[in-house]
Nanobody, 124 residues
Framework: VQLQASGGGLVPPGDSLRLSCALS????????IAWFRQAPGKERDWVSC???????HYSDSVKGRFTISRDNARNTVYLQMNSLNAEDTGVYYC???????????????????WGQGTLVTVSS
């Protein structure tokens, strides 16, 4: 299983970005996907996740601003990030768990596979 995260960049506060997480080697239909982020000097925090039934969940810090979605035909998960602020700065990682149930997982240790991360910097 390989995950390729992309779409990061440098944007001013209030702007938007869309991150992509492309899976290869497996069928996305059978995986739950999460996004985590890690700010400089801080721990890796859960941001959002989506399960195989398209049930979505968000951390309180991004709820209402970020939207996670999946395109099974493209084997890709997206994270649309709007109204970005400086606290959103960090390396964003996508992670996969071979799970098709209805529960959702917010701890990094629950996920089997990880992408390499993409850097998001929000600064004026």
């Amino acid at each position: 299983v390989q995950l390729q995260a992309s779409g990061g960049g440098l944007v001013p506060p209030g702007d938007s970005l869309r991150l992509s997480c492309a899976l290869s080697g497996v069928n996305l239909d059978y995986y739950a996907i999460a996004w985590f982020r890690q700010a400089p000097g801080k721990e890796r925090d859960w941001v959002s996740c989506i399960n195989s039934a398209d049930s979505t969940h968000y951390s309180d810090s991004v709820k209402g601003r970020f939207t996670i979605s999946r395109d099974n035909a493209r084997n890709t998960v997206y994270l649309q990030m709007n109204s970005l602020n400086a606290e959103d700065t960090g390396v964003y990682y996508c992670a996969a768990k071979d799970y098709t149930g209805s529960y959702y997982y917010t701890t990094a240790s629950a996920y089997n596979y990880w992408g390499q991360g993409t850097l998001v910097t929000v600064s004026s």
